[in-house]
Nanobody, 122 residues
Framework: QVQLVESGGGLVQAGGSLRLSCAAS????????MGWYRQAPGKQREAVAV???????NYHDSVKGRFTISRDNAKNTVYLQMNSLKPEDTAVYYC????????????????WGQGTQVTVSS
């Protein structure tokens, strides 16, 4: 019912920048939280940044001051601008959205993107 398409990952040297995008499409009435998560090899998936429908943001301590999350509600798209990248930022990055399909939905639904690889070389 809903598809999330991510783009923008890749290989970058330490200190470089990347911008991730995640566009949601399908049966969507409203989107609440949108977020980015990452999973490095051998580690659990962790939340990197989340933005609410009202624009409030929260960041993992390790990315504060370097990453910026934003959203375009008209396009159902969330972005993650990543600056001053470090080798420890290397991971597969996933977007997640929390949404209602219709105005009479009683429960919100979570959808995940397919993941995009970010590799930061030292």
């Amino acid at each position: 019912q809903v598809q999330l398409v991510e783009s923008g990952g890749g290989l970058v040297q330490a200190g470089g920048s990347l911008r991730l995008s995640c566009a949601a499409s399908g049966t969507i009435f409203s989107i609440n939280d949108m977020g980015w998560y990452r999973q490095a090899p051998g580690k659990q998936r962790e939340a990197v940044a989340v933005i609410t429908s009202g624009g409030s943001t929260n960041y993992h301590d390790s990315v504060k001051g370097r990453f910026t999350i934003s959203r375009d509600n008209a396009k159902n798209t969330v972005y993650l601008q990543m600056n001053s990248l470090k080798p420890e930022d290397t991971a597969v990055y996933y977007c997640k959205v929390d949404l209602l399909h219709t105005s009479y939905d009683l429960l919100r639904h979570d959808y995940w993107g397919q993941g995009t690889q970010v590799t930061v070389s030292s």
